[in-house]
């Protein structure tokens, strides 16, 4: 057995144990398996608190979730017919999809809002976006290619002034004169612990840039032949992401400790509050439509914008990247606290 097969047979017995603990409802589950876009972690915590307190199992499933990483391509499983949801980092890669005639399509974006910021230090005031085009800019090729493209042409950014993003904190620490992308939920906690200070942070979707982030991707011929299991599969990981965001998150966050002992309690926490705190799962439609929510209205936007960045051609056919079917029905939305 390879070491990567190693990997994923120890996974998939650590998911099952813990999916164990709950009764199920129904005498024969429906068996499902979901693959991540990387490693454990609690930005991925509503799919295992689903599994570790028996969501999936209430609604007849018993779903294996395979993370992703650095040497893992678990769409190209999707695509394979190897797993059958995947989860999509934004609705970018959907308009890829649809370009490259992949059939695939988005069925419930969990994250509203995209947690890409940019991070800066005191000595740079910066008090809004236009403050970070004369610093020094640490940006990643992805970056560049995304959302560094809506940057130029909503906010006349310039390239000149980018240096690469390694996922190395340290030059940009060194720098007080420079800003450094990241995820609201991660980089600014690895910045303080390291330097000592706490940056300060940009969130581009609190500028326009509106991508849904954290998607489910399912394969067009599940959408057609299962219907009532695609349902079955975003209801649930709706259930999960409201009790792991506000209520007893402990047994997701177990078995994500399990999954990556990397993973640590005080880092969790501190990502789960600032999803609370920025409205990353829930804000603007799913406050009344429910986590995943999607509108026609809001995809319009994003691909509107990215047309005028040059990122995607004018003629793609977006409406193809998602369907609308299996969200907006409110499911979970009587688990938010009365103040979100």
């Known amino acids: 057995m390879t070491p990567s097969h190693l990997r994923r047979a120890l996974t998939a017995g650590l998911l099952a144990a813990f999916a164990s603990l709950a ?162 939920t991660s980089e600014p906690f690895a910045v303080e612990k390291a330097a000592g200070f706490k940056p300060s942070v940009l969130l581009l979707a609190d500028y326009g840039f509106n991508t849904y982030s954290t998607l489910i991707e399912t394969r067009r011929d599940i959408v057609e032949k299962k219907p009532d299991l695609v349902q079955r599969f975003v209801d649930a ?26 993973m640590t309690d005080d880092l969790l926490a501190y990502s789960v509050a600032k999803m609370k705190e920025h409205g990353i799962v829930d804000s603007g439609d799913s406050l009344k439509n429910g986590i995943g929510a999607m509108s026609d209205e809001r995809y319009a936007s994003f691909f509107n914008k990215m047309v005028k960045a040059g990122v995607v051609k004018a003629d793609l056919d977006f409406r193809k990247s998602y369907t609308l079917r299996f969200v907006n029905k409110g499911v979970g939305v009587e688990l938010r606290p009365n103040k979100p």
Do not use: C
């Open 237 to 262: 990981s709706t259930i999960g992401w409201y009790n792991y965001i506000y209520r007893d998150n402990s047994a997701g966050n177990a078995l994500i400790k399990q999954l990556n002992p990397e």
């Open 23 to 184: 009764p199920a409802r129904a005498e024969t589950l429906d068996k499902v398996t979901f693959g991540t876009n990387w490693v454990a972690e609690a930005e991925h915590g509503g799919f295992f608190q689903a599994v570790a307190d028996g969501t999936y199992k209430k609604y007849g499933l018993d779903v294996t979730i395979v993370p992703g990483g650095p040497n893992e391509n678990n769409r190209m499983l999707l695509i394979a017919g190897k797993i059958d949801f995947f989860m999509a980092a934004n609705t970018l890669m959907s308009f890829d999809a649809v370009a490259n005639n992949v059939p695939v399509v988005t069925i419930a974006a969990i994250f509203q809002k995209d947690p890409q910021v940019m991070l800066t230090q005191s000595d740079a005031k910066v008090a809004r976006i236009e403050d970070l085009k004369p610093l020094t800019l640490f940006v990643s090729k992805e970056g560049m290619t995304s959302y560094f493209q809506w940057l130029k042409s909503e906010y006349g950014f310039s390239e000149k002034n980018v240096r690469p993003y390694n996922f190395n904190p340290q030059p940009f620490i060194a720098n007080p004169k420079s800003a450094m992308q990241g995820y609201v």
